[in-house]
Every structure is written in structure tokens, then in C-alpha cells.
């Protein structure tokens, strides 16, 4: 959202890429489908595996094979790793200025931007020269509705790699007559890749296992609304440095 706002007020195109399996394609016909200009997918069973450091460097590789840029924006962490390190990683790689934590975007030219992100206690405006990374928060602009003419525009659009090897694929004919129904998709060799950054040789983390932790109370009390028993629960927080 906050890229096609930019491109509303400034021009220029918007790319999408994101690097993950096969069906990660459903991602770039979503954003196809709110406006975006192009998209490319990662995809190559040699990312498999890949840690933060394995995947910025991927990503990386991905956007620099993409062309030129002025801009390259990702949200501030994903949803399964959660560790916000993605995308200043992927600044590093690619020898640009960062800001994290952007929640607005107050002005953007040819050759610079300004920008408000969120710090601990309040906020900062940022003016800082292109190109240049963002991460952007949750709450930043929300993201626009899927246009219904793009929908169905791309509803069929497809990685080649992906298409049926016996050649059965439905409405081929379509993706004759109309090329932007084929999402590009890269592997390893097309980004120029070292396989020893890429999936699971380039990841010096592992995750050895995943469990949910609940945590249960000790022990639990019921106060009155009493002066008096106002007054101990506040002595016993003082008394074992809780609060004081």
C-alpha cells in the first residue's frame, strides 16, 4: 500500500518479489490484483531451509537481477520468524541507507524521502537520501481492497516452471495470447546465486524444534476493594521490589 501510494504521488512502477515455494504465487496475483506493475518469485528447492541470513542474501540477489531501483520497501518482520531482521539484512547486502519502523510516508521526490517512524516513546521524522530500504509497520496506510477487474485479469496467471509437464494445462491458449499471465519465476542459477549463501548450506541457524508454551499462575488471590487490602498487596509489591 505504501508503495502504490508513493507511485500515485510521484510515479514510476512497482515491483513485487518474494522469495518461497511454488504456491507462494498466490502472493504476487494479490498484489497483481491491487496494482502492481510486475512481480517475480524465488523459487528453487536449493532456498529450501534458509534462515534470515540465507534469505536476505537471496532476496538480495533477486532485487539486484530485478534492474535499477529507488526503493525497496518490506514490512517489518514476517509472521513465522519474527525476528525483524530481514530487511536490514537485505539493506546491508545491497550497500543502502535503512529506516525501520516507518509507519508514514510525508514526502518522497526524485531524490529523496522523508518519512515518520516509530520509536520507544513517541515518533521521529527521518529525511534521508534514494535509494534507500524501508521496513514498514502494521500500522502504516491499511492495504486497499483486490481491484475486481484485476481479479479476474489475473486470476490464471502462472509461474511457467509450474505448468503441467505433460503439457495439459488449461486455457493454454490464453497464456499464448496474453504474456502477463506468466509470473516470472528465478531459481539459483538465474539470480547468479552462490549455493553456499542460499537455503539450508547458507544458514548458520537452525530450528530444532517448535513448541507452545503456556504459562500458569502460581498461585492466585481475591482482593476486596478494602483500604485495607489495598494497603498489604501495595506492601507486598514494594516488599519484593515488584513496583518502588
Not at 83 to 102: C, D, F, I, R, S
Not at 123 to 148: F, Q, W, Y
Not at 161 to 190: C, F, M, S
Request: contains cysteine; hydrophobic residues 35%; charged residues 25%.
Amino acid at each position: 500500500e505504501t508503495a502504490f501510494r508513493i507511485r500515485e504521488e510521484v510515479g514510476g512502477s512497482v515491483h513485487v518479489i518474494s522469495m518461497g515455494p511454488p504456491q507462494a504465487q498466490q502472493v504476487i496475483r494479490e498484489a497483481f490484483a491491487m496494482g502492481a506493475d510486475g512481480g517475480t518469485l524465488l523459487s528453487d528447492r536449493k532456498f529450501g531451509g534458509a534462515d534470515v541470513l540465507a534469505t536476505s542474501y537471496t532476496l538480495a540477489q533477486g532485487i539486484k537481477s530485478c534492474g535499477d531501483f529507488d526503493l525497496i520497501l518490506c514490512g517489518k518482520q514476517t509472521t513465522d520468524g519474527d525476528t525483524a531482521q530481514v530487511g536490514p539484512q537485505v539493506a546491508e547486502k545491497l550497500g543502502l541507507n535503512q529506516v525501520t519502523y516507518v509507519n508514514n510516508i510525508n514526502e518522497c521526490t526524485n531524490d529523496e524521502i522523508i518519512v515518520t517512524r516509530h520509536i520507544d516513546g513517541g515518533s521521529e521524522k527521518v529525511k534521508a537520501p534514494l535509494p534507500i530500504m524501508l521496513t514498514v509497520n502494521g500500522d502504516a496506510a491499511p492495504c486497499r481492497p483486490r481491484n475486481a477487474k484485476l481479479v479476474m485479469k489475473y486470476k490464471r496467471a502462472m509461474t511457467p516452471i509450474e505448468r503441467p509437464a505433460d503439457g495439459n494445462l488449461p486455457y493454454a491458449e490464453e497464456y499464448e495470447k496474453h504474456p502477463y499471465l506468466n509470473i516470472t519465476q528465478w531459481t539459483v542459477a538465474d539470480v547468479d546465486g552462490d549455493l553456499q549463501q542460499c537455503g539450508l548450506a547458507g544458514s548458520p541457524t537452525k530450528v530444532k524444534a517448535v513448541q507452545n508454551i503456556v504459562f500458569k499462575a502460581k498461585e492466585s488471590r481475591t482482593l476486596t476493594d478494602s483500604d485495607n487490602d489495598v494497603n498489604e498487596l501495595i506492601k507486598e509489591l514494594l516488599a519484593n521490589h515488584t513496583i518502588g
